[in-house]
């Protein structure tokens, strides 16, 4: 089980800037998952990489796995309040999940 | 439509006191999984059952807690002699099936809170 490093740990930005946040390991990862969880909620499913060098696009949302597949990088174009919350990564290898500890993000309106 | 339930959503308890925390997962789905998020963590992996077998405990911090899937169906996740560092967000999650390429749809948490 690799450990999952996330950055930065805390991001307040203001409603249309851009971001990126980050998730990073040692080692090699199989495959990685990308979660927004919202307060008392469970974690919701946003995008799942596996190829490296992989970029994936989800509305305003811009995901990359690193060509090594040891990193990935999680873009937001224009932020809007809705997309406050935790935003936490995983590695999918064996079936449960590792997961990282997280980005909270806040955006003000 | 009908996702993952868990109750109780809140449980306050003292210490030493039996607390059991149920998962209702979706309907279908084989595998289960309890997960505990301490604050400003992200989740940790406790128990994964498929069907009604425990396939894989090895995340449980000690022999305080216990789960149980005795139809496959619905779980409880069992901590006996609470300790304050118990405290935390139970987090159970379901699949159509135990491999990795299944999405895990996770309900909405057990705040667990020992004085």
């Known amino acids: 089980t690799q450990l999952l490093e996330q950055s930065p740990q805390f991001l307040s930005i203001q409603e249309g800037e851009n971001l990126t946040v980050y998730c990073n390991s040692s080692?090699?990862?199989?495959?990685l998952q990308w979660y927004r969880q919202e307060p008392g909620e469970g974690p919701v499913l946003l995008v799942t990489?596996?190829?490296?060098?992989e970029v994936k696009k989800l509305k305003r949302l811009t995901f990359q796995f690193g060509d090594a597949r040891k990193d990935s990088s999680l873009h937001i174009t224009a932020a809007q309040p809705g997309d406050t919350g935790l935003y936490l990564c995983?590695?999918?290898?064996?079936?449960?999940?590792?997961f990282g500890k997280g980005t909270r993000l806040s955006v003000i309106a | 439509g009908a996702g993952v339930s868990q109750t109780p959503s809140n449980k306050v308890t003292e210490k030493g006191k039996y607390v059991e925390l149920r998962c209702d997962p979706i309907s279908g789905h084989t595998a289960l999984y309890w997960y505990r998020q301490s604050l400003g963590q992200g989740p940790e992996f406790l128990i994964y059952f498929q069907g009604t077998g425990a396939a894989d405990d090895s995340g449980l911090p000690n022999d305080r807690f216990f789960a149980v899937r005795p139809e496959g169906s619905v779980s409880t996740l069992k901590i006996q002699r609470t300790e304050r560092g118990d405290s935390a967000v139970y987090l159970c999650a379901s699949s159509l099936s135990s491999s990795g390429s299944y999405e895990q749809f996770f309900g909405p948490g057990t705040r667990l809170t020992v004085l």
């Open positions: 990489v596996v190829t490296g060098g």
């Open positions: 995983a590695e999918v290898g064996d079936t449960p999940l590792v």
């Open positions: 080692s090699v990862f199989s495959s």
